[in-house]
């Protein structure tokens, strides 16, 4: 369920005839690959504020279908704005740039089309992105000590994104201060400078959005039946027209 709304979504997106058909007949594309190496999961652990947190390795980029890439970080943006608990409305993010390389790097038509997913289908659903170990470049288009990229950055975020973005290091004393007050240092993973051990497991990762999927449809009255779960997310086999599973944040 959760996986056709992320889909369907994309599709109503497209305004051409022939596109909005495409997009209907692949409706039920597995996009379950693109899990695989953990790219990009939810974690087991919250932050400080007790908001979701969405882990992305960048470095462990799998596939080079930019559509694929898309539904499935949708999927799990819902995903995450189901497990918010009461009175929360954000989530957090924390990216990991360890073997982060120009080979692994998405394409800048499908990093384009990410931001504006969220910012204009999920505004104020991100409070914060903590960029781990990026290279320092990145943080100098960030901050446009380089004026000459300054439109390059505005391309392709708006101010009040830019602020989210936390730039941090290991080793670095102000990173790790910074990093403790967001996060208990107990239950963040060694990856990004905590004491825990990140262990990501497809397959019982795939059951965990499979249980989230039958929570989903019940709570919206569909009458769900999982396909066979074969190492990946499952799709249902009959699914009505999607509704939003939250509103906005305010």
């Not at 999927?213 to 009458?223: H, I, Q």
Request: proline content about 7%.
């Amino acid at each position: 369920c959760t996986l056709l709304i992320a889909i369907m979504f994309l599709r109503r997106r497209r305004t051409q005839d022939h596109q909005d058909d495409d997009m209907h007949r692949g409706a039920k594309h597995e996009i379950a690959h693109e899990g695989e190496t953990g790219k990009v999961s939810r974690a087991d652990f919250h932050d400080r504020l007790e908001r979701p947190v969405l882990i992305m390795r960048p470095g462990m980029q799998n596939t080079t279908v930019g559509e694929d890439n898309i539904r499935h970080l949708v999927y799990l943006i819902e995903n995450a704005i189901l497990n918010l608990p009461e009175g929360q409305e954000q989530m957090s993010w924390l990216i990991d740039f360890t073997g982060w390389t120009v080979s692994t790097n998405v394409s800048i038509k499908t990093s384009r089309e990410v931001v504006y997913i969220l910012q204009n289908h999920y505004p104020e659903r991100l409070a914060l992105a903590f960029l781990y170990n990026p290279p320092r470049i990145f943080e100098a288009f960030w901050k446009v000590r380089i004026p000459q990229f300054a439109p390059v950055v505005k391309y392709f975020l708006d101010p009040k994104t830019l602020e989210k973005v936390k730039f941090v290091y290991p080793k670095n004393k102000a990173c790790v201060e910074l990093m403790s007050s967001y996060f208990d240092v107990e239950n963040l993973p060694s990856e990004f400078g905590g004491k825990a051990t990140l262990k990501y497991d497809h397959k019982e990762f795939s059951r965990m959005m499979l249980q989230d999927e039958v929570k989903t449809a019940s709570y919206w009255g569909f009458d769900y039946k999982p396909c066979h779960l074969n190492n990946g997310y499952s799709g249902p086999e009959n699914v009505p027209e999607p509704i939003p599973l939250a509103p906005p944040a305010s």
